[in-house]
């Protein structure tokens, strides 16, 4: 029942209830779970010792196929239009079958916390049917010392069976795909998908579901710390840079994607981190890539030689969502205890495939509410099957997916927390420049590292800002080291026509997207929708 190759044949008191499953496999590490997964067939290795995984259908989150158990304690607590609804009955019965789908079967299990803060992590055993899922998770949330495994009691539970598939008629979901969360019971069941994001994303939920009664901010961002205990939180959605930015070698980093904001100060809900990897070169990106190249990473979907098993992180044809789940202290500056002090400064990266956006902009307390509950990034052509021009995408708070609550619950505490700790607080572009997705040019990273090293460091909250005429936040007019036209849209296209054109209709979107919100935020955050001082 230890960590050292043994397993326990009788599952014990705290196993969910399985029906005579095999092996118990309990709190395996590295060593032990590669052994596991390559005897069975579920992985290969590759050339730097990384482990190699691919996911079937599935190379991502199936959203659709996500539902939260609607009883006498959600009805009024959950925000039902972005949650799809279950029955307790449909969650018993689905319940029931898990239990006998585990029959004869071995599993995996892990006991881990979710949330470096001791007062407010949740304990959460995670049983998987694929030993590489139960090293995945293992990497991605935090490790009890062993004194602690000893008294583990696990809270919630987390129930991971790839092979089982959903019947909609009997459990009430929409596919042979399910991720069912019972807040009641802390119980979560993911079937029919091998993504194994799905696990570290139920966490997330519940923790965004949990913390705020405690009045605690749970945010979907990267966060890191200066040398002057200045830390910064980085909101965005897959893509934009939440990860790549939070790696700074000049800065220690508490985490790269799933944040609690106490009265303490930042706690990363997770041990490890889970970087997108397509197009990652050892150049741009050296810490991020260097952990693909040692034993104990696990990659998802990455294209390697069949020869020398050398990944091809430019190769696209699994899937754009490749991925490196790996613990934390394989980046060289990585923060030992996962927490920091009160943030100096938020960043919200959007990718803006419109390219009319500018680098970076600062936003007061009512335009960070605005921006954080637009959720705004974009969609380019090649990404998603259909998508033939950039399509804007609005995810409330950064992260939609994972918001039980109504956003203006996190919206409110985000305001309440910038207010109180005088946080400075930008928008920043990751996305296109001179033009939109097929036109311009993405947005240059030394660009975006020197902008948002003078934000940081506090000098840029010094500069010269003029109004942008479109979306009325505040620009800088010059930063040292960056090219003055860079911060000028318009300035970037040859079209400047079609600069206007673009840049009145993603206002629009904007515009159009919070009407939804107005009714839950005051005076003040509507006024800061955009308001195009341009003539039309």
């Known amino acids: 029942m230890d960590s050292k190759g043994r397993y326990n044949l009788a599952l014990g008191p705290n196993t969910f209830g399985f029906e005579a499953p095999g092996r118990l496999f309990l709190n395996f590490e590295a060593p032990a779970l590669y ?44 925000w039902w239009e972005n949650n799809n609804a279950m029955t307790p009955a449909h969650f018993a019965a689905l319940l029931a079958d898990f239990r006998a789908h585990a029959r004869g079967r071995d599993l995996f299990a892990q006991d881990l916390y979710g949330g470096a803060d001791p007062a407010s992590r949740v304990r959460v055993r995670v049983y998987t049917e694929y030993a590489w899922h139960s090293l995945f998770i293992r990497n991605l949330l935090i490790r ?29 979901c929409r ?9 009641a019971s802390k119980t979560v069941l993911i079937g029919g998908t091998s993504y194994a994001g799905e696990m570290k994303k139920s966490v997330f939920t519940y923790l965004n579901y949990a913390l705020p009664d405690a009045g605690i901010m749970p945010m979907h961002c990267s966060a890191n710390v200066g040398p002057a205990d200045d830390t910064a ?37 997770e041990g490890g981190c889970y970087a997108k990897t397509i197009r990652l070169s050892a150049e741009a990106e050296p810490e991020i890539f ?3 190249q040692r034993f104990g990473t696990v ?3 990455v294209v390697v030689d069949p020869e020398t098993r050398v990944p091809d992180f430019d190769d696209g044809s699994k899937t754009e969502n490749t991925r490196a789940a790996y613990p934390l202290p394989f980046i060289p500056n990585a923060s030992a205890t996962g927490r920091a002090g009160h943030p100096k400064n938020i960043v919200m990266l959007t990718c803006d495939a419109f390219g ?33 021009d950039p399509e804007a995408t609005f995810s409330t708070c950064f992260g939609a997916p994972f918001m039980p609550r109504h956003p203006a619950v996190y919206g409110n505490l985000l305001r309440d927390l910038i207010a109180k700790h005088h946080v400075d607080c930008w928008l920043v572009n990751t996305g296109w420049t001179g033009g939109k997705y097929g036109v311009g040019r993405r947005m240059p990273i030394r660009v975006t590292r020197r902008l948002l090293s003078a934000a ?44 206007a054109e673009t840049a009145r209709r993603l206002v629009m979107m904007f515009r159009e997207n919070f009407t939804r919100f107005e009714a839950h935020v005051d005076q003040d955050v509507k006024s800061a929708a955009p308001q195009m001082l341009v003539a039309a």
């Open 35 to 78: 052994e596991e997964s390559l005897k069975r067939g579920e992985t290969m290795m590759t050339a730097g010792g990384a482990l190699l995984a691919e996911t079937g259908q599935h190379t991502g989150r199936s959203p659709k196929d996500k539902f939260v158990v609607r009883d006498s304690s959600t009805e009024h607590q959950v």
């Open 144 to 172: 009890p010392e062993a004194h602690e495994l000893a008294a583990f009691i696990p809270e919630m539970t987390i129930v991971d069976l790839p092979s089982f598939r959903a019947d909609p008629a009997r459990h009430g």
């Open 175 to 183: 596919s042979e795909t399910i991720i069912a969360v019972d807040f």
């Open 233 to 269: 939180v980085f909101f965005g959605l897959s893509g934009t840079g939440k990860t790549t930015l939070s790696a700074d070698p000049n800065r220690t980093l508490i985490g790269d994607d799933e944040h609690g904001w106490s009265k303490t100060g930042i706690f990363n809900f």
């Open 290 to 292: 260097a952990t693909t």
């Open 299 to 301: 990659l998802e979907n």
């Open 356 to 388: 009319v956006l500018p680098p970076i902009a600062k936003l007061t307390p009512a335009e960070a509410m605005y921006h954080f509950l637009s959720g705004y990034t974009a969609k380019v052509a090649g990404t998603e099957k259909g998508v033939k």
């Open 456 to 499: 940081l460091d506090g000098s840029l909250a010094r500069a010269e800002f003029r109004r942008d005429p479109y979306f009325g936040f505040a620009v800088p007019q010059s930063v040292p080291g960056v090219e003055p036209h860079i911060l000028y849209p318009v300035k970037t296209w040859q079209d400047k026509a079609a600069f």
